[in-house]
Every structure is written in C-alpha cells, then in structure tokens.
C-alpha cells in the first residue's frame, strides 16, 4: 500500500525595485536570503544578527552541500569547505550581474538619438498649433511630458480621435515615438524597472511524516523540475540544508532567457501551467487553460495552485520507487485549521517558528530536563548513597530551566515590541484613509519614533520586514509614504 506523505512547496520572486528613496529593495532581500543559505557567519563587518546561528545546527555542518557552477564547477561540495570570502563572492556574483548589464544598457544610445529625432519632430507639430486650449495641442504636450511607459494602444485610439492633415502619416510618427520612448525607458530602468530576476524556491516534507526524503533525491527532485522544464533559465545555485529541522534544499534560477536575455521566466512559467492543463486535470478536473491577460487575484492564486501541482506530480515521480507519494491534504475544516497554523507559523522570524532548529533546542532542554527529574525520583527511592549523583543531576536541570528561562525572556520581549511596533504602523496607515492631515502628522511620528528606537540590527531587519510586508498591500504613493518612515527623523 502506497503511503501518503504531505509536502512544503514555496517560491519566491525576487524584483528589482526601489523605494521612494532609491534603496533596492529587491536586491536586498536576495542578499539576506543567500546570506542564510550559504551559512555567512556574523562579524564585525557585516550586519547579520548574531541571532541568525539559532536557525540551525552547527554541529551538522557536515550535512550540508553546495551547487555554484562559477565555483564549483559541475560537482556538489561540502558547503563548509568553502571559505566566508567564497561564500561572499557567490552572493555578490548575483548582485554583479545585474549592475553590469544595467550599464552596459545605458551606455546604449541608438535609441536616445532615435527618440530625440521623433520627439522634434512632435514638438514641431504641437507649436505649429495655435490656441492654448486646443485638444489635440493639449494631448501632444501631454506625451512629450509623460516619463513612465507609455500603453501605445491606448495612445493611438486617443489621437485616432482627432481630426488633423496628413493623418496615416502623423500617426505613424506618434506610434514610431511612443516605441522608441517605451525602449529607451526599458533599457535604462533597472532591467525593466519591476522584473522578476531571481526566482528562489524550496521544498520540504515535514517531520511530521515520519519520512526522510535522502538529500541526493530532494536536490535531484527540485533541480530536474526546473532544468528540463525551463532548460532556458540557468541554476545559479543549489543549497541543500541538513543541519535544520526538517532537510532540504533551496534553489536560485535566473529570470534571464540565456537566449532572448528577456526577463520573462515568469511569462515562461505560465505557459508551463496552460501547456499541461490536461495533467493538472487528474488533480483538478474542472481546470482549465487560465488567461493571463487578466491580471486578477484569483489567476493568480489559480496559477500558484497549478504550478504546485505539477511540481507535487513531478515529486511523486522520483518517490515512486519507494512506494510513497506526496499530496495536498482534502480542504476539510481540520485541514485548513492546520493550513492556517502553517501559513501564521512561516510568517514568524525562522527562531520563533514551531520547528525551526531553536525550538528544537528549548523542546529538547525541557524533555531533558523532565528525564532527568524522572531519574532523580527513582535514584533516591532506590538508593541513598547516590545523592552526590542526584546533587548533580540537580544542577543540570536548574541550568537548563536557566537556559530555557533565558531563551524565552528574550522572546517574549522581542515578541512585544515588534507587535506593539506592528500596531502603531497600521493605526498610522488608517490615517491614510480617514484622517485629518495633524493627525496623519501625530501617527507618522509615533511610527518614526519607534522605528528609530530599536537598537539592534536584528530589530530593525524585522521591522523593516513588517514595513515591506504591509506596503505590498498599499497603493504605491502610500507604500512611499510607509517605507519614507526609515528616513525619517523622530521630533
């Protein structure tokens, strides 16, 4: 009989944005993340938390390996023989890439000639039209103003609706502008200003299950997924952790089409789920092909729900011979009770999660300390001349419910200031919404304040976790108005 496992699938797009005061927030977040994935230790030069060591296991260092083909060629190493320098220069190797061909995309000029030829010949057009009020001056000031990218289609029907000499002509000018204004916006804003660049992603069977995927089939699993269905994107990394609770690997591919050098695995990525509707049928028998032309949140979610699926039924594939299976557990009330717990669970810092590596260690001190109460018990019931031995035992529990004790304190204060730090941020964006401009003002500084009091690097990473997390929710003029708060400063 086939056994039925449950599984952990997640990815995560990595964008290269900014925000409203030009730090890259994208970038950011991807140096963090292979910060912890290829174990960068803490020191004096860097600002990784000293508190990042609880996430795993040190003594199973061993257990971890290591794919960077800059470095490591075609071959997996151990990822503790490499030096932090190596680990610093796979990192940076990300960051690098997109630097350099940002630059060489502003060195371009073909275009910016093109453009400013184009854009000469409008500005020509618009002061040869008289009358300040007219429409179609109006709409031709208009583009030559506008900085973002333009929506040709919708240009075009506004101007179709004017009536002007030589008309075909003019249009196509317009049209051959528009083009050259979105290319040269394209080429200089940071690879397409809000592209995906990186996608990371990870699976893991929880201990729960009772079952231990071996390391070679979870990175042969995650690695075969992506190379043979998205051949055009190259693996920049794999990472296999197995000094956590719970083993597995992580991945990092580049958006990058190594051939058409488009940004567009995402765009590959749903084709991927239309190009096999009639597999994901066997899981789901009312799917069917999704238009991505509507950008909808239930698309959306639809789409995260097929890609899932296919990477369940890929898994199984490799699980087969072992006559075990992963599968998405039936929606009843318990399984989204337990689905809620997980999701409330993975949006905890990783040393306060339920089974990461730190919670492991405080479960572990507190059934060694009740072992060794039992012990105690029985010694003395059985024999009085072993109460030096007691004595000492005594004094391993009382540490440990020291260490126990210790550890939580430091939780539980964490724990408060960033929910009291959470709550002022949202009593700040209601202000947003329904407030007068002095009390916008009040609620703005209390955030400030508080932002600014947190002493540590590990408190400011949180709360500026908190900060990215909630402007994701918010128009992009409150986002701003949100993320300006690191900047601010407290009155």
Do not use: C
Not at 6 to 22: A, E, F, P
Not at 168 to 173: D, G, I, L, S
Not at 196 to 202: I, K, L, P, R, W
Not at 213 to 234: L, V
């Amino acid at each position: 009989m086939t056994k039925t496992l449950t599984m952990i699938y997640r990815h995560l797009n990595y964008k290269n944005v900014k925000d409203s005061n030009g730090k890259a927030i994208g970038k950011a977040q991807l140096l963090k993340s292979l910060a912890h994935s290829l174990r960068i230790n803490p020191n004096p030069n860097n600002k990784i938390s000293e508190t990042k060591k609880l996430e795993w296991d040190e003594s199973k260092s061993d257990h971890n390996w290591v794919y960077a083909p800059q470095l490591t060629g075609a071959d997996f190493v151990r990822l503790n023989t490499l030096t932090d320098e190596q680990k610093k220069e796979i990192q940076g190797s990300f960051i690098n890439k997109m630097n350099d061909e940002q630059k060489a995309k502003d060195d371009k000029s073909d275009a910016i000639s093109s453009l400013s030829k184009y854009k000469a010949k409008i500005n020509k057009w618009h002061n040869s039209i008289s009358g300040n009020d007219d429409p179609l001056k109006n709409y031709l000031a208009k583009i030559l103003d506008q900085k973002d990218i333009f929506s040709i289609k919708n240009e075009i029907d506004q101007l179709s609706t004017f009536e002007f000499a030589r008309k075909n002509q003019k249009t196509e000018t317009v049209r051959k502008f528009l083009e050259l204004h979105n290319e040269v916006i394209e080429s200089k804003a940071d690879i397409s200003r809000s592209k995906v660049f990186v996608q990371e992603a990870f699976f893991k069977i929880p201990v729960g299950n009772k079952f231990q995927m071996s390391g070679k089939d979870m990175i042969h699993n995650i690695r075969s997924f992506y190379k043979n269905n998205f051949p055009d994107y190259p693996i920049q990394l794999i990472v296999f952790h197995g000094d956590e609770v719970g083993n597995h690997p992580h991945i990092f591919v580049d958006a990058q089409n190594k051939k058409t050098k488009k940004y567009d695995l995402l765009a590959a990525q749903n084709r991927f789920v239309n190009d096999h509707i009639e597999q994901i049928k066997i899981d789901y028998p009312e799917a069917e092909k999704l238009d991505f032309s509507i950008r909808s949140y239930k698309t959306k979610k639809l789409q995260a729900q097929y890609f899932q699926t296919l990477f369940y039924q890929h898994t199984n594939k490799i699980l087969a011979p072992q006559n075990v299976q992963v599968k998405k557990l039936e929606k009843t009330d318990e399984h989204n009770a337990r689905m809620a717990l997980i999701e409330e669970d993975a949006k905890k810092p990783k040393i306060e999660r339920q089974f990461s590596f730190y919670n492991a260690q405080i479960n572990d001190l507190q059934e060694q300390s009740e072992r060794l109460e039992q012990s105690n018990l029985i010694l003395s019931n059985a024999n009085n001349k072993l109460a030096d031995s007691i004595t000492e035992k005594n004094k391993t529990i009382g540490r440990l419910d020291s260490e126990i004790k210790s550890k939580n304190e430091f939780l539980d204060k964490f724990k408060e200031r960033m929910l009291d730090f959470r709550d002022t941020v949202f009593t700040y964006i209601k202000t947003f919404f329904d407030s007068h401009e002095e009390t916008q003002k009040i609620a703005r500084n209390e955030v400030v304040k508080k932002y600014h009091g947190f002493e540590t690097d590990y408190e400011k990473y949180f709360a500026d976790d908190i900060i990215n997390k909630t402007a994701e929710n918010l128009s992009n003029s409150n986002a701003s108005k949100l993320h300006g708060i690191r900047l601010s400063k407290p009155k």
